[in-house]
């Protein structure tokens, strides 16, 4: 989804994004996405970090409690993911990762949890990435593959989710701005407890489409692919 009036009625409160999170567990060898992208700024070192498209805050919290006394700024276009971000103690701002509003080599690293593929114009948000970073600066980038759920998607009636930032395409979208570019793919799960949970998650994505589950007895589990990019 890039149209940005949708974009800011579907997060114009949590209950969505928080109804997605909820659902998803580590790989069965125990990694965690969140957990590798926040290594990955860990090993950075870095003293000025930026996030984009930040959320409810969840992720940089993390950040700010790993790495204590560095310089944080979080940015949404959300006010009300801003105003929890804030309350998480987190300098947070409305800011649009288009027309990022600071300086050029502002920033050692750029974090961009799950939201790459929301971006109406992908190159414009990472130029504007790769302008604030400074020269060695590093972006860490997560995202979904193309079969991130998409057997939960197809039993309800629908397709695979294909997105313009996705572990099959973000490579070379992020190759067009940044010279080096590694990845971590991670078989994550999402584990519904019963079929109403899985509806929610469906109806959550607000794609205008009616989704028809087949009754399942007990719990529904099915696989996600999630990357964790990082680029300099």
Not at 142 to 168: P, Y
Request: with cysteine; aromatic share 6%.
């Amino acid at each position: 989804m890039t149209d940005p009036a949708l974009l800011r009625a579907q997060y114009a409160t949590e209950e969505s994004l928080e109804i997605r999170r909820s659902v998803w567990l580590p790989s069965l060898d125990g990694r965690d996405p969140s957990t590798s992208a926040l290594d990955a700024i860990v090993a950075a070192a870095p003293t000025d970090v930026l996030e984009v498209g930040c959320g409810t805050g969840c992720f940089a919290a993390r950040i700010q409690a790993t790495r204590p006394g560095i310089r944080l700024v979080a940015i949404d276009q959300s006010e009300r993911f801003v105003e929890l971000t804030r309350a998480r103690g987190v300098e947070a701002r409305i800011g649009d990762v288009q027309h990022l509003p600071f300086e050029a080599d502002s920033f050692d690293v750029v974090a961009a949890m799950w939201m790459l593929y929301h971006v109406p114009d992908l190159d414009q948000a990472l130029a504007e990435i790769r302008r604030v970073l400074r020269p060695g600066g590093l972006l860490v980038a997560v995202t979904n593959g193309d079969e991130h759920v998409a057997g939960l998607r197809r039993e309800a009636g629908g397709q695979a989710l294909i997105t313009a930032f996705s572990s099959e395409n973000g490579e070379g979208v992020l190759r067009r701005h940044f010279p080096h570019v590694t990845r971590d793919d991670i078989a994550t799960r999402a584990v519904f407890a019963d079929d109403a949970a899985a509806q929610a998650y469906l109806d959550s994505s607000e794609e205008g489409r009616v989704w028809t589950l087949p009754h399942v007895d007990g719990p529904r589990e099915y696989a996600g692919s999630t990357t964790v990019f990082t680029a300099s």
